[in-house]
């Protein structure tokens, strides 16, 4: 599936680094998400943006900042992670809220060393 | 919050045996989602399914909302149908918001 594209696959930074996540539609729908899956636990949400308006901020630590210009970008921009904020992130959308089917990108693989 | 258990956590078949995995949820819910995350990660959507039966060829899924669960059946199972399944659903109070299992890790070997 290539509907949802997320750059880069893997992403080593230090602590002090700033870095962003890249993520990009192509289904046309209105809302995207970012989530975390790290080991051993369920996949979290982290931000819900719907038609460009921030709907959910799930309590996420202010070094996670994210940022949707337009409907089919969503971008998550780093800066000073801890060595815990290792994971998995996966962007997704749907064509309105989650009461649409989700789909996911391919994910970025973080270190943080 | 909701609570989303899947049994088993892991499960180990041979090549053409058929399975069943299962979804429990503790609060009513406007709609579930069955995915499969491959051995590379991604998360592909297989079902969306609030209630009732759906299939897709060897898979198909059932939810009971009035009782709180969901099954997903494979059938025949390949090889390529390993990796983890979840289950998300969508609690009625806390939209916007889909809640994930731990998942269930199915190996298929040949």
């Known amino acids: 599936e290539t509907g949802v594209t997320q750059t880069p696959r893997h992403l080593v930074m230090g602590m002090t680094n700033k870095k962003s996540l890249k993520c990009e539609q192509h289904l046309g729908h209105n809302a995207m998400y970012w989530y975390k899956q790290s080991a051993k636990k369920p996949l979290e949400l982290m931000f819900v943006?719907?038609?460009?308006?921030?709907?959910e901020n799930n309590s996420v630590p202010s070094r996670f900042s994210p940022e949707c210009p337009n409907s089919s970008h969503l971008f998550l921009h780093l800066h000073t992670l801890q060595p815990e904020d290792s994971a998995l992130y996966l962007c997704a959308s749907s064509r309105n809220s989650a009461r649409s089917p989700l789909h996911f990108g391919n994910g970025t693989r973080l270190t943080v060393t | 919050g909701i609570q989303v258990e899947q049994s088993p956590p892991d499960l180990i078949l041979q090549e053409g045996a058929n399975s069943t995995l299962r979804c429990n949820f503790s609060?009513?819910?406007?709609?579930l989602q069955w995915f499969h995350q491959n051995p590379w990660g991604q998360l592909i959507n297989l079902f969306y399914i609030p209630s009732g039966t759906k299939q897709n060829g060897r898979l198909s899924a059932t939810t009971v909302a009035t009782e709180r669960y969901s099954l997903l059946y494979i059938s025949s199972s390949q090889t390529t149908d390993s990796g983890v399944y979840f289950c998300?659903?969508?609690?009625?109070?806390?939209?916007?918001?889909?809640?994930f299992g731990t998942g269930t890790r199915l190996t298929v070997i040949p």
């Open positions: 998300a659903v969508e609690p009625i109070v806390g939209a916007n918001n889909l809640f």
């Open positions: 609060d009513s819910v406007n709609n």
């Open positions: 943006y719907s038609l460009e308006e921030r709907v």
